[in-house]
């Protein structure tokens, strides 16, 4: 056992964490950086279908299970970056309204205790920092901002671009897609990305995605002060005998565990993982785990409720990059339904390795690539409700995720309610065609927007964070991933953990002065 002390240690390399640290490493302190993972490696078969979609080459190998013991193969990454090596880039704000206290058809999404107003700078300073390219003035429920995007919209491919023509012809009001991408549309010869078919859920063999590694981790390592040690997995947090401060982070090094101290610790191993280390993490004073007086800690669990709505048609779909537009007309719900209902975007390229992977078993790989070439698929989102029984846990040292589906009304009628329109615009497509809209429900195997199991509140009963999101139980002990949200909402949670990471970064520069 080694003992090294710090300023901050920051745990996980993710949108919270790297964030943080980027925000952190021109002030001069010392820090720690502690990743599980290791960087990416750069090989051919970062852009390889098989490898990726099939073979699942870099996803965690480690078993969850569900509360009846049946066995999660979790879709998660632990690398550098985080999941978001790995993401299509969509980086949304969060509505004015998602702040506020919502009534859903299925319950109650809760009040945070800061407003949009709070979080609308730092809004502006990750959008910024992640280059993210959008338009303002198309999305009907976009919240007020008087900065625009820091570069201009990605453009559809034409076929996207018909899409876009009849949506409007439909009286709704399709946008571009918000993405954090190198792209350089008008001088293209300063590009990175190249507009490939595998960007969403691929890591970018070029760097050209701006992720939490690429944008916030390679500057970060710079400076001299910051030290980063990869596949370093924490294992347990140590406090001292009145258990108001962490003394120790614990963690599993090439084999040998050594002990790290720091004035500050940091935790942003995502929403699972983070709840699973403070439970993991019980002792004498903190019996149910660290920071869970309020008996929170892991509870109200949240990963939106998921579908994929894929069309398939008779018409050739020869689009590279259709990850580009998005729907929010539904978003607060339509005339006879006064009810949220949820968000709508495409997804990246099908190819015939997804099709394969997910679609009937034994499926010639002739017919699978026919689908690819003739499909498109959309992302559905509704809010998934904070459940105090929806939780995870730990049991001899295993992970559980006690999850019950909810809002399942409101996900039904998007779904159902997105089928129509696009059943109504295939005749203003240039050729007529044949469609089916084939929709498939995500399982408990999809993890990538996990959030809520530490919320944050002003009342230590209520909540496991302060408004600072340091714990309330133990003074020097921050989350700065999605554990915080008290509510999901029905957008990507990326950019509110990113615009947060910086927020809590300029609250934690004011303490340690």
């Not at 720690?32 to 073979?55: C, I, M, Y």
């Not at 259709?322 to 495409?346: C, R």
């Not at 049991?395 to 006690?402: G, Q």
Request: charged residues 20%; proline residues 5%.
């Amino acid at each position: 056992m080694t003992d090294c002390h710090y300023d901050f240690i920051i745990i996980g390399t993710g949108a919270g964490g790297a964030t943080l640290a980027y925000r952190l490493a021109s002030s001069g302190k010392k820090i720690l950086v502690l990743e599980r993972g290791d960087f990416v490696p750069k090989e051919k078969a970062n852009w390889d279908t098989h490898e990726v979609s099939q073979k699942e080459r870099y996803r965690t190998s480690e078993v969850w299970y569900e509360k009846d013991g049946k066995v999660i193969n979790p879709l998660t990454h632990y690398y550098v970056g985080g999941n978001t090596k790995f993401y299509g880039g969509a980086l949304f704000r969060f509505r004015d309204r998602d702040f506020e206290t919502v009534i859903h058809q299925d319950g109650i999404s809760p009040e945070w205790p800061l407003k949009y107003q709070d979080f609308s700078p730092y809004y502006d300073q990750a959008e910024k920092l992640y280059e993210v390219h959008g338009q303002r003035g198309l999305d009907p429920t976009e919240p007020h901002t008087t900065s625009e995007y820091p570069f201009p919209p990605v453009s559809h491919e034409p076929y996207i671009q018909e899409i876009n023509y009849s949506l409007k012809d439909k009286g709704l009001h399709p946008f571009y897609l918000p993405l954090a991408i190198k792209l350089n549309q008008v001088n293209r010869h300063l590009n990175k990305c190249i507009r490939c078919d595998t960007c969403d859920g691929f890591p970018c063999l070029i760097n050209a995605k701006s992720d939490a590694d690429i944008n916030c981790i390679n500057p970060a390592i710079a400076y001299k002060n910051l030290t980063l040690i990869t596949q370093a997995k924490v294992v347990r947090l140590h406090t001292n005998e009145s258990g108001r401060e962490v003394t120790g982070v614990e963690a599993e090094i090439a084999g040998q565990l050594e002990m790290f101290s720091g004035d500050i610790v940091i935790v942003a191993c995502g929403a699972i993982n983070s709840a699973v280390l403070l439970l993991k993490s019980a002792n004498d004073q903190h019996p149910n785990g660290l920071a869970n007086s309020s008996n929170l800690v892991g509870r109200n669990y949240m990963t939106h409720n998921f579908g994929v709505l894929m069309t398939l048609s008779t018409k050739s779909n020869p689009t590279i990059f259709p990850k580009t537009l998005a729907v929010n007309d539904f978003y607060w719900g339509e005339k006879d339904f006064a009810y949220p209902m949820g968000s709508i975007q495409l997804l990246g390229n099908v190819n015939k390795d997804k099709i394969t992977a997910y679609g009937p078993p034994l499926m010639p790989q002739v017919i699978a690539e026919s689908v690819a070439n003739h499909s498109i698929s959309w992302l559905m989102i509704t809010e998934d409700l904070p459940d105090y029984n929806n939780k995870i846990s730990i049991n001899n040292n295993k992970i559980y995720i006690e999850y019950t589906k909810n809002n399942k009304i409101a996900f039904n009628r998007l779904l159902n309610r997105w089928t129509e329109v696009l059943k109504s615009i295939s005749q203003y497509q240039t050729t007529k065609q044949l469609a089916l809209h084939l929709p498939q429900n995500m399982g408990m195997r999809e993890v990538a927007h996990q959030c809520g199991t530490c919320r944050f509140g002003e009342d230590p009963k209520t909540s496991v964070l302060d408004i600072n999101c340091r714990t309330h139980d133990i003074d020097n002990l921050y989350i700065v991933d999605g554990s915080f949200f008290p509510s999901s909402n029905a957008l990507n949670p990326s950019l509110t953990i990113m615009a947060n990471a910086l927020r809590v970064g300029d609250h934690l520069l004011a303490r340690i002065k």
